[in-house]
């Protein structure tokens, strides 16, 4: 094999390998120049707003500027015969109405569900000869329980409680999802119509409350506190407190001290998959198979999707309303609204002309925080990783620990707030975050037998470098080098099995994927930049000041993460404002 990675080593300096086309989707029929709708990017949301527009009768085109659709839930060909999710790599939020009303399964959704789900290895001289202790979590509450005891017993005992306790919470925003945030400005000064369609917004705000009940307060302290003061009221032991405080920070320029960091902590404990609550799982092909079934849903009913169809701007006419977009290639395509998956700072200050949006607006989306702390390092070996806390099998097959989120340098929450303060300061880590998948764990389409593909999702690596150095080949290969050595360091003879690698830095994830800042969320997930206010107060409910003009994609309500819901609420606050012109 070492022959073989050192070809592959050299083709992937040469030439990346283009990604393959799906094969079970087309874009319907030729560009025609009109449309009900026109949907800007084929990320996941603006394919579920086009398959539900197309789905209630709307006539509705989607232009992708790559040549692959997904936007960050996608697949790519990296290195020949292995599939990447390149961005995006596990499944666990999309909205179970999606899942059924787009009939995905009918579509070739497949999904491995992942039980254990979280793998945490010390790095600690083992004892009489045995490995240095694991921390490995699932959905077996007792097994859970027996797995902290080594650390705390008074932790374990106190588990189940804390599962409770965010479970409830978790309940109660889930409500919230589904629809567009209340209309403030609507419920006060709208016409007697909009006030009470205001009104009945309200309603899932009203049910989430009744849901927390006389415990509000303390679920407040949850949304508003840094992680780490919310977990010391329940933990002692570190390993158990850093491993639950990485979702509060995963894809944030947060330290666990930060404000408010409790809030990304939950949003990573919702969701499920299969009915199974809270389950996380890989897509089989990665996760633009997913983005595919969503594409196949529309197209079945008529939407049309280009690939490679850069949309240069949204054209307005002399009345102030959309009336279409204008292609790279100067085609005109008229339509009666355009949905924006882009993000607010791509939307609004790059394909809308300025001269139809209030300066205060334009003024806000410029400053809305898009740092983003990720490198994502996607890894080709000809082995799986042989931890030392958890020994390979004889033959080489993967044990449960293989198929779960792997928290590298995460032993203690000191760990990730010094990474955390490092990237502040311009240097990228020296002991990052890692969170390792590795999806052919469960899924062996994705490469050659006996091979694998890993996901190395790391922090913190700040946009640009101390001293305004940008980033270049010489950095980016010293930091996957370091990210190599702190897996080594769990797993000798890491390094010898890599065959290729891929390493996409913020700017990179800004370029390729199309992220402001190389941000997953589009903007971050901060309370200043949630619910009535995501992505500015006042234009939360997906509509922005230019009338025809609308959001559906991570930057508005409710956020980041492979959810579907703002494409879905996007779709439905559309076809009502149709119904009324």
Aim: proline share 7%.
């Amino acid at each position: 094999m070492a022959a073989s990675g050192r070809g592959l080593r050299r083709a992937l300096r040469a030439c990346p390998c283009p990604p393959r086309r799906p094969a079970h989707w087309e874009a319907a029929g030729r560009l025609k120049p009109e449309y009900d709708a026109v949907v800007i990017g084929a990320g996941h949301n603006g394919l579920v707003a086009a398959a539900y527009l197309q789905r209630m009768g709307v006539d509705t085109a989607v232009f992708e500027r790559r040549h692959v659709i997904g936007g960050a839930a996608v697949t790519e060909e990296i290195i020949p015969g292995f599939k990447f999710s390149r961005a995006s790599y596990l499944l666990s939020l999309l909205r179970p109405q999606i899942y059924t009303d787009l009939e995905l399964k009918k579509h070739g959704l497949r999904v491995y569900l992942r039980d254990p789900h979280s793998f945490t290895p010390m790095l600690e001289e083992g004892t009489g000869g045995k490995a240095p202790r694991s921390l490995l979590m699932g959905s077996d509450l007792a097994e859970n329980q027996r797995q902290i005891a080594q650390f705390s017993q008074k932790d374990a005992q106190a588990y189940p409680k804390y599962e409770a306790f965010m479970n409830r919470l978790a309940s109660a925003i889930d409500l919230l999802l589904d629809a567009a945030p209340v209309d403030a400005e609507a419920f006060w000064r709208g016409s007697l119509l909009q006030r009470l369609r205001a009104l009945s917004t309200l309603a899932p705000l009203l049910r989430a409350g009744c849901i927390l009940g006389t415990k509000l307060p303390q679920y407040y302290q949850v949304l508003t506190a840094p992680s780490t003061k919310v977990l010391d009221q329940w933990f002692e032991s570190e390993p158990l407190k850093a491993t639950l405080a990485t979702d509060s920070v995963i894809g944030a320029m947060t330290s666990p001290h930060t404000p408010g960091s409790g809030y990304v902590l939950l949003h990573h404990v919702m969701g499920g998959l299969e009915g199974v609550k809270g389950a996380w799982g890989y897509v089989e092909g990665g996760m633009g198979a997913l983005s595919d079934a969503i594409a196949s849903s529309a197209t079945a009913h008529g939407a049309s999707i280009f690939t490679e169809k850069t949309v240069a701007k949204v054209q307005v006419d002399s009345g102030g309303r959309v009336r279409g977009v204008v292609l790279q290639d100067g085609s005109e395509v008229r339509s009666r609204v355009v949905l924006s998956n882009a993000a607010p700072r791509t939307t609004f200050l790059k394909l809308t002309p300025q001269e139809w949006l209030p300066e205060e607006f334009t003024q806000r989306i410029s400053q809305l925080d898009i740092q983003s702390p990720v490198t994502k390092i996607n890894v080709a070996v000809d082995r799986l990783p042989n931890f030392l806390a958890a020994p390979n099998a004889p033959g080489g097959q993967p044990l449960p620990h293989h198929q779960c989120s792997i928290h590298l340098n995460c032993e203690d929450t000191h760990l990730l707030h010094q990474a955390f303060e490092e990237a502040m300061d311009g240097r990228p880590s020296h002991r990052p975050m890692i969170e390792l998948c590795i999806p052919s764990a469960l899924d062996p389409t994705l490469a050659p037998p006996g091979c694998h593909v890993l996901s190395l999702f790391t922090q913190y690596t700040p946009y640009t470098l101390a001293g305004g150095k940008a980033w270049d080949e010489q950095e980016r290969n010293a930091y996957a080098d370091r990210v190599f050595d702190c897996i080594e360091a769990y797993a000798p003879g890491f390094r010898g099995s890599v065959l290729g690698r891929d390493i996409l830095t913020p700017p990179d994830l800004e370029r390729i994927i199309g992220l402001p800042g190389g941000n997953i969320f589009h903007s971050a997930m901060t309370l200043d930049q949630l619910y009535f206010a995501r992505p500015t107060p006042l234009y939360a409910g997906y509509r922005g000041p230019l009338p025809g003009l609308y959001l559906c994609g991570s930057g508005a309500h409710p956020g980041g993460g492979v959810m579907g819901a703002a494409g879905r609420n996007a779709a439905h606050v559309v076809m009502g404002d149709l119904k009324s012109l």
